[in-house]
């Protein structure tokens, strides 16, 4: 059984750092997925979560939505299955609830992943 566990988050100041993790268990092919970061806000549904990066299987294709380029930075170990994104610079619009999703072939749309962890809640305040 797959599992997408999702680390780091909290309050923070804007301006100010955080890093998020995130760890897939149960899948031994970890390295022929692409895994992305979305982040969801309050009435919002699982489709209409933003994509904040995305990463390819090998780690040497990544995207980002605009509003994070410079500031976020997706990567990934897959001798650990585990992907990174450290976000920086945070400002009070970044306030969401960040999910590690993982998917076969990639994309920025929820709909091409297939699994998805709890979600780590990421605070700023001014």
């Known amino acids: 059984q797959v599992q997408v566990e999702e680390s780091g988050g909290g309050l923070v100041q804007a301006g100010d750092s955080v890093m998020l993790s995130c760890v897939v268990s149960?899948?031994?092919?970890?390295?022929?997925?692409?895994m992305g970061w979305f982040r969801q806000v309050p009435g919002k549904e699982r489709e209409e979560r933003e994509c904040?990066?995305?990463?390819?299987?090998?780690?040497?294709?990544?995207y980002y939505t605009d509003s994070v380029k410079g500031r976020f930075t997706i990567s990934r170990d897959n001798t650990k299955n585990t992907v990174y994104l450290p976000m920086n610079n945070m400002r009070p619009e970044d306030k969401a609830v960040y999910y590690c999703?993982?998917?076969?072939?990639?994309?920025?749309?929820?709909?091409?992943?297939?699994?998805w962890g709890r979600g780590s809640q990421a605070t700023v305040s001014l």
């Open positions: 904040v990066a995305t990463i390819n299987y090998s780690g040497d294709t990544t």
């Open positions: 149960g899948r031994r092919t970890f390295d022929k997925y692409a």
């Open positions: 999703e993982v998917s076969p072939g990639g994309g920025t749309t929820t709909g091409v992943y297939v699994e």
